[in-house]
């Protein structure tokens, strides 16, 4: 078995989402200790151009897999052809992003080939042909390191942890190998898919992320969070208690029982800092908090506090955010 490393790029609407070039980076550096080369794989509907992006990235090989059938996302014909392609090439490490998408997918192969599997990664170590991951533990109270006993491994990255790989690192595109869907059934179809109104930006994937709590007191406390997210160019956030209340969508949630972020910049406006939603934001470069309780756990992650209720401090912030941002 040749050290190779197999990256499963993720794709969305007929782009690569910026996730996948993150793992490139990951599996250059994997594949450099443990002295192979690098593979990525893309599988979808109309997906040729992703393949092509990937291609360009100073990788060895993209296979490609492209059907009709995964016009949907349908986690079956997916992990059957992707364990398919494992067991025919053999990589000693298959790395997925730490979305929706690899934690179901990434589950799902691993347990049909028995491999080991590491989720929610936010640092690696090779050390004499071993390999080692950092993750966060106890909601993100410690870290643990987890050594794979044997290789193969699986392993899941957490987003915007690593630099992306640019998609023009390379004198010379890969070549890409087309290779064949699982032809099954699956148990359960995806017959129609309805899209709500798309965020400005993308939560997973933003670079600062404006986030509201309680303190928010309804929904017209968002109105001002996202006037702010506007100023920055930012995703928008919630805490599960402003998500209950129905004061936002839950596809905002920040959290154990939500998304997982790890932003340049974190803002967190009325937000008490539960240990629930540390867990979600702990990995953030910068974390500001506003908060009118000196004693909120929020203060003790957060890297610059101001005490005061968000409704005094938001329209100063955001006066003085649009003279910096029009200096730019």
Known sequence: MANNILIVAEERDGSLRKVAFELVTVAKEIAQGLGGV???????????????????????????????????FSPEVLAATLAEVI???????????????????????????????????????VDGGTLAFQRPVYAGKAIATIKAKALPVMASIRPNIFPPASARDASAAAPIEKIDVASITPRAQVTEKVTKEAAAVDLAEAKIVVSGGRGAKGPEGFVSIKE???????????????????????STQVGQTGKTVAPKLYIALGISGAIQHLAGMSSSKVIVAVNKDPDAPIFKAADY?????????LPVLKEELKKVMAER
């Open 228 to 250: 702010l997210a506007g100023i920055l160019g930012a995703a928008v956030g919630a805490s599960r208690a402003a998500v209950d209340a129905g004061w936002i969508d839950y």
């Open 305 to 313: 506090g101001i005490v005061g209720d968000m409704f005094d401090v």
């Open 38 to 72: 690098v593979e990525g794989i893309v599988l979808g509907n109309n997906v040729g151009a992703c393949a092509q992006a990937l291609a360009q990235t100073g990788i060895a090989k993209v296979y490609h897999a492209d059907s009709a059938s995964l016009q949907f």
């Open 87 to 125: 067991r025919k090439t053999q990589p000693t490490v298959v790395l997925f992003g730490a979305t929706g998408f690899g934690k179901e997918l990434g589950a799902l192969v691993a347990a049909k080939l028995d491999w080991g599997l590491v989720t929610d990664c936010i640092g690696y170590q």
